[in-house]
């Protein structure tokens, strides 16, 4: 005999003596929507095994070994049901990139990196229009870009907001933007170090602090990159100390790009960090090439490299790889660059580490960018799962699920309900033919989207049905931290 759990309003209620089930018998209706048959696989309890998952009000109320009915029915046999796929690192936070999120898999895409300068003007300009749930954390970048007076339409700064070293005001002024935004809800502080290269440790570490008093992870683009000195070696212990000294969750975005052939050194810091009790977390993406706006402080660097490096940037517009000459003109024109820095090596062993977080850093405007965008979910089961099998279909679903989930739940409770498939848990659900699920977008063709995902639910509702994106459906809610009075 077996006990059951079944959610039942807002009751959990223990059913033993069911000789047949994990959920209801076929007798049983009244949800809202069933995934029929599939192989629901969660990250969280180490289910793997053939099951119909009942769904009503948004929320997971049955998971059973007989079979449900409901109002709608969708086929699930010989595909996998996972949890929805949860991007920390989504810049795309409009509905052409909403579109790909949802067809790579993702249910929650979040712009936590760079972040927002008003978060509560974040959250109401998307209510009732994303396909996926959405969510961001209070920006230091754009803060510091205000505090200094510094205008325009690029999102990441050119002049005294990257550049400039803050007074005392500044530094007032930017702590009470940082504490207003977390009082507004932010999921936590984003940072990029290497785009304000005017920003002192004392700076880091005050707002580090800042953090820390609301218990809200630092999402952090490290001060610099690669294995020079200063390379990503001391940009990493920067921001652990910071971490260490000041008590505040840290999370260090893209790990693989940041590191190149400091990988393996990197992947240590970030091990023995946590090993030493620090709440350190990281991530990375599936391409070995990166992508930036040329104009910005992280490519001051290369104002007068060798003439090989040029030809390891290619300018997205047109394709071209660049000369000395053609990056001059670039960085004065402004735009978006693809950096060919990594290598398939390097990338691999990111990737493949239990200590990584599989997050895209993506987005798109006009069709433009990369192709990490509309692929790195499908990338990750297609080319690490299937082909080189070096990472397991269990493991690839943590990294991409349940991971990023346990990241933001201290901080945002609500994500104590993303990530994993069990009754009471949030709907948002991924269904996909592991035989077939691949990437299809390119450096040629950034925007081509994923394919083997057959069915996309957000908060039970399908975005994604029969491998069709839905016309007209916004079911996203906001993924946001409690908000203070």
């Given amino acids: ?211 820390a008093e609301a218990r809200a992870p630092v999402f952090v683009h490290v001060r610099a990159f690669g294995p020079s000195d200063p390379g990503s070696i001391t940009s990493f212990m920067e921001v652990i100390a910071a971490a260490a000294i000041t008590g505040a969750p840290l999370h260090i975005v893209h790990l693989n790009s940041m590191s190149l052939g400091d990988t393996p050194a990197t992947l240590q810091i970030v091990e023995e960090a946590r090993a030493h009790g620090l709440d350190v977390t990281t991530e990375a993406y599936p391409y070995s090439a990166g992508m930036t706006e040329i104009q910005s402080a992280l490519l001051d660097q290369y104002d007068n490299a060798p003439d090989s490096i040029y030809a390891k940037l290619q300018w997205i517009a047109t394709g071209e790889r660049l000369t000395r000459r053609s990056f001059r003109a670039y960085r004065r024109q402004g735009g978006m660059v693809i950096l060919h820095l990594n290598t398939p090596e390097m990338e691999a062993l990111a990737i493949e580490s239990p200590l990584t977080i599989v997050a895209s850093d993506g987005g798109l405007t006009d069709g433009l960018g990369h192709p990490r965008t509309a692929g790195t979910f499908a990338r990750i089961l297609a080319h690490y799962v299937r082909d080189r099998r070096t990472l397991s279909l269990m493991d690839a679903l943590r990294k991409m699920s349940l991971m990023p989930a346990q990241r933001l739940e201290q901080r945002a409770p609500m994500f104590l309900d993303k990530g994993r498939i069990r009754v009471g848990a949030d709907a948002d ?57």
């Fill in 1 to 211: 005999m077996k006990s059951v759990q079944i959610l039942l309003g807002s009751r959990l209620i223990l059913l033993g003596t069911l000789a047949l089930g994990a959920g209801c018998g076929p007798e049983s209706s009244g949800y809202d929507l069933v995934l029929r048959g599939g192989r629901v696989m969660d990250p969280e309890s180490g289910l793997n095994a053939t099951r119909d998952v009942g769904v009503t009000n948004g929320k997971i109320t049955a998971i059973s070994e007989t079979q449900l009915t409901g109002a709608q029915t969708l086929d699930a046999s010989g595909m996998v049901v996972a949890p929805g796929f949860i991007d920390l690192h989504a810049h795309g936070q409009d509905e052409e990139n909403y579109r790909l999120y949802a067809m790579d898999g993702v249910t929650t895409a979040l712009e936590l990196e760079v972040g927002t300068e008003d978060v509560d003007a974040f959250y109401d300009r998307r209510a009732g229009t994303a396909r996926v749930n959405y969510g961001a954390s209070i920006s230091h970048v754009r803060s510091r870009m205000q505090v200094f007076g510094e205008t325009g339409t690029s999102l990441l700064p050119e002049g005294e907001g990257g550049y400039g070293i803050a007074t005392p005001a500044h530094l007032g002024e930017l702590r009470a933007r940082l504490r207003r935004g977390l009082a507004q809800g932010a999921l936590g502080v984003g940072m990029g170090l290497q785009y304000t290269p005017g920003a002192t440790r004392s700076e880091v570490l005050d707002m580090f602090r800042v953090a």
């Fill in 429 to 485: 659900l991924v269904v996909f033919d592991p035989s077939t699920v691949s990437d299809r977008s390119t450096y040629q063709d950034p925007a081509a989207p994923a394919k083997g995902f057959h069915h996309v639910l957000v908060a039970g509702v399908p975005v994604i049905r029969d491998g069709t994106l839905q016309d007209g459906v916004f079911p996203g809610k906001p993924a946001r931290a409690p908000v203070s009075p």
